[in-house]
């Protein structure tokens, strides 16, 4: 699959940032547990897991996405 970056998206890795794919970011929960390659700010592209279960996801008390190393 293909993915875009258009909405600059990012999520927490570690102490880093990456820019999440826009189908992962309009639709967390359908990824949550996925994983996918992020692009990192320094331009290198990583392949993560969406971790809701270290965010919220699915909880009134969401906070900014995290993800780990797939």
């Known amino acids: 699959m293909k993915h875009t970056y258009d909405l600059h998206y990012q999520a ?4 880093r ?10 639709n ?3 990824w949550d547990g996925r994983t996918f390659r992020a692009h990192c700010l320094d331009g ?3 392949r993560v897991r969406l971790r809701g279960d270290l965010y919220g996801l699915g909880t009134s008390g969401t ?4 993800v780990t190393a797939a």
């Open 12 to 15: 927490h890795q570690g102490n």
């Open 28 to 30: 967390q929960r359908a």
């Open 63 to 66: 906070g900014d996405p995290v």
């Open 17 to 26: 940032r990456v820019i999440l794919p826009d189908a992962v970011a309009t």
């Open 44 to 46: 290198r592209v990583v």
